[in-house]
């Protein structure tokens, strides 16, 4: 009979490792004391790992082997959100401010490229990124309380239909603090800042987000 080790009464927590590791940290190679990992977020398909060097290492969690690594030059990664139906895409802002979503292109065997650069919170800390859970659209959330949301095209679509699609940043509201997290499922968006929560209806009344929660000091 296997013996269970006994957890010290101090310790509140337990960390355990069921498969090796040494497959993905061979495949970060993050070899370099001047770079840390600033963010992550995780798909069906990728682990994403964002660094203090503007870098985004994206890592098939299939055997931990294929990697891609998309750079940056506005700066290091602060948020990254993978595209929770398509694994095609991913959003990253960077300490700039600056939103980036990429294509990856991975089922046409292409490069990786930008479809859309935001400058909309440029100059601000963007503090939370959400993906639409159906279309192409991404929920930007900021330390002035801001939010926006970016409605993309594929680069097919886009080459397409680049005369039509003009303004595809909206603002969706600001609230009273710095946004914390945005979630979203049909078509309501939750908003939490540092006192309250706020609930947008992105169909039809973006602009009149209604409060559903507060925290009093």
């Known amino acids: 009979?296997?013996?269970?080790?006994?957890?010290?009464?101090?310790?509140?927590?337990?960390?355990?490792?069921?498969?090796?590791?040494?497959?993905?940290?061979?495949?970060?190679?993050?070899?370099?004391?001047?770079?840390?990992?600033?963010?992550?977020?995780?798909?069906?398909?990728?682990?994403?790992?964002?660094?203090?060097?503007?870098?985004?290492?994206?890592?098939?969690?299939?055997?931990?082997?294929?990697?891609l690594f998309l750079s940056h030059r506005e700066g290091a990664i602060s948020q990254v959100a993978c595209c929770p139906h398509d694994d095609d895409y991913v959003a990253v802002a960077t300490s700039q401010g600056v939103v980036v979503v990429w294509e990856l292109n991975q089922e046409r065997r292409g490069k990786p490229e930008r479809i859309y650069v935001s400058s909309e919170h440029k100059g601000r800390r963007v503090t939370a990124l959400c993906w639409d859970t159906a279309v192409l659209r991404v929920f930007v959330g900021d330390h002035m309380g801001k939010v926006s949301a970016i409605k993309l095209n594929t680069s097919k679509q886009a080459k397409a239909a680049a005369t039509f699609v003009m303004f595809p940043v909206q603002t969706i509201t600001t609230v009273d603090s710095c946004v914390v997290q945005l979630d979203y499922l049909d078509g309501r968006l939750l908003i939490s800042s540092l006192t309250r929560s706020f609930l947008c209806d992105t169909e039809r009344y973006i602009d009149q987000p209604w409060v559903v929660g507060c925290t009093e000091f």
């Open 1 to 67: 009979m296997t013996s269970v080790p006994v957890i010290p009464e101090p310790y509140t927590h337990v960390l355990a490792e069921f498969e090796s590791l040494d497959p993905l940290l061979s495949a970060l190679r993050l070899d370099s004391s001047r770079l840390k990992c600033t963010s992550i977020a995780v798909s069906r398909k990728w682990l994403a790992l964002g660094s203090s060097g503007g870098g985004l290492n994206l890592i098939q969690k299939e055997g931990w082997k294929h990697r």
